[in-house]
């Protein structure tokens, strides 16, 4: 009686194992599309992902070309600013000096 039930197990174990593999490569073959799908799908996310990360990597680059440009033309007006500045206080100096002069003179020439 123990051999029989002995055999019977080692039978359904057989059988188990087999139908095991079975649904394996049924799973296996099933799924392998599926896998190739995600994967291009994923691989094509990542292109687009690299191809937008040059392209932000270029635009960076030229932007802070562009703003050392743009500030050292700022710093170049701000100096030319200030030596308009400048100029425009030594005219007016000027003209201060000889409005000065201009009243002294009409101030001797009325004594």
Same mark, same amino acid.
């Given at each position: 009686m123990f051999d029989q039930i002995l055999k019977e197990y080692d039978k359904n174990r057989v059988?188990? !194992?087999k139908q095991d593999e079975a649904l394996k490569r049924q799973l296996h073959h099933l799924? !392998?599309?599926? /896998?190739?799908?995600i994967l291009h799908g994923l691989n094509t996310n990542v292109s687009i992902l690299?191809?937008?990360e040059q392209i932000i990597e270029k635009e960076t680059k030229q932007l802070l070309k562009d703003t050392a440009a743009l500030q050292k033309e700022s710093q170049q007006w701000a100096q030319m600013?200030?030596?308009?500045? !400048?100029?425009l206080k030594k005219?007016?100096?000027?003209?201060n000096f000889?409005?000065?002069i201009e /009243?002294?003179?009409r101030d001797i020439v009325e004594k």
């Open positions: 059988q188990l !194992e799924s !392998e599309p599926m /896998t190739k799908k690299h191809a937008n600013y200030n030596q308009l500045n !400048e100029v005219v007016g100096d000027i003209a000889a409005q000065v /009243t002294e003179l």
